[in-house]
């Protein structure tokens, strides 16, 4: 007989077993006491967009960071602009080997420097901001990018390696790779026509697959996902 216990907050917790027979009859165990401790807060960190990105005014940004449990499961996590709340995410995406990511797209709508922060929070309430990251938005034409396969609403096999390709141009300048994203985590770059790259789903689930392209004047495009 089993059952399980999140403590939420640090302390002493007192338990019993209570048994009941079919005849009704109850008998209660010895206590045991166990303590919960706090081990710490939580870890947070992009993994999207990277320091120094440049991209273009009108062009969606997708931010993307890995959380690290600290006294419980993470709750959320708050992206921010420049000190300046974006967006709340309470449910992550899961990406390669179970790794939880939280991900929004957010649009610039002025050039400009932003400096990106993700505060992540557990479930105890310990809250974590993480590195900063800062990008720059720019008037320059920005590349355009597309996922071309697998097609949106594709079944794929588990365990079975696919071939991700996109499609990308640039009006400003050329393509100097197109990184591929999955769950927003990076799962490959390519820096040569055609773009591709392979991934291998290892669980049942939704994905969502994006690719990034970036030309040779260090602007970025974000596809949509499919």
């Known amino acids: 007989y089993r059952a399980t216990l ?3 907050s640090a302390g002493n917790y007192v338990l019993t077993a209570v048994a009941v027979d079919n005849a009704g009859n109850r008998t209660t165990s010895a206590t045991v006491t166990v303590s919960a401790a706090n081990s710490g807060a939580p870890s947070v960190s992009f993994s999207s967009p990277t320091n120094g990105d440049t991209y273009t005014v009108g062009s969606a940004i997708n931010l993307s960071t890995s959380a ?4 419980g ?3 959320s996590v708050e992206f921010q602009a420049n000190g300046v709340g974006l967006s709340v995410i309470s449910t992550p995406a899961v990406g390669q080997g179970g790794i939880p990511f939280f991900n929004f797209t ?17 479930a105890v309430g310990n809250r974590t901001t993480s590195a900063p990251i800062t990008v720059t938005v720019t008037n ?15 079944t ?18 050329s393509i100097s790779q197109v990184e591929f994203f999955v769950n927003g985590g990076s799962v490959g770059v390519d820096t040569a026509f055609p773009y591709t790259g392979t991934w291998t789903p290892t669980s049942p ?3 969502a697959l994006r690719a990034v392209a970036r030309d040779n004047l260090g602007n970025q495009t974000t596809s949509a996902a499919i």
């Open 6 to 8: 999140l403590p939420l």
């Open 68 to 71: 690290a449990l600290g006294s």
């Open 106 to 122: 957010w649009t610039p709508a002025a050039a400009g420097t932003y400096v990106f922060t993700a505060v992540a929070t557990d």
């Open 73 to 75: 499961l993470i709750s």
């Open 140 to 154: 320059i034409a920005a590349p355009t990018v597309a996922v071309s396969s697998p097609a949106a609403g594709a």
């Open 205 to 207: 689930g939704t994905y």
């Open 156 to 173: 794929l096999a588990v365990n079975t390696e696919q071939t991700l390709t996109a499609t990308a141009t640039s009006a400003a300048g």
